[in-house]
């Protein structure tokens, strides 16, 4: 069985322990998502992400005119589209969580379950179960855990370069 790793976003509004705002909870699965490399900028319309949509389509746009502008043959064509798609497929849930924080609703619990309903069954249960105190604060998003500068995986140490 595959396990896949999810996060919880919340409207602001929401209070642990409260079932108010849970109607609106977003569970946004970490990975890469096939729907959104075969249907690009559909998913993101989808999804209310319209900046990124404009964006991506624009990018597909400019990707086909320089391959037209430099006369790659029809299979280079597809390899650099596919390549495109691949790329959007990685990055997807990354950008609809980002666009979810943007918006204010921060990433408040990161769970693993095998399926999209296990998930929401143990973010509810998790949820409905804490007291005010343990998740007053958002998930901790941020590059750095002790506010030193990361590179890459690694934090940075001082001296080295």
Do not use: K
Not at 40 to 56: C, D, E, G, Q, S
């Amino acid at each position: 069985m595959r396990m896949c790793s999810y996060t919880l976003h919340l409207p602001p509004d929401a209070r642990p322990g409260e079932s108010i705002g849970l109607d609106r909870a977003v569970l946004v699965p970490d990975g890469f998502s096939w729907s959104a490399f075969a249907f690009t900028v559909l998913w993101f319309l989808y999804h209310r992400l319209w900046i990124a949509a404009l964006i991506v389509l624009i990018g597909l746009i400019a990707l086909a005119g320089g391959g037209i502008l430099l006369g790659l043959p029809t299979g280079g064509g597809l390899i650099v589209t596919l390549l495109a798609g691949w790329l959007v497929g990685l990055e997807a849930s990354s950008l609809r969580r980002w666009t979810l924080a943007r918006r204010g609703w921060p990433a408040r619990d990161a769970l693993i379950a095998a399926t999209s309903e296990d998930a929401e069954a143990r973010a509810l249960n998790r949820w409905l179960g804490a007291s005010p105190a343990v998740a007053r604060a958002p998930f901790p998003s941020g590059p750095s855990r002790r506010g030193e500068p990361v590179i890459g995986l690694f934090p940075a140490q001082e001296g080295a370069r």
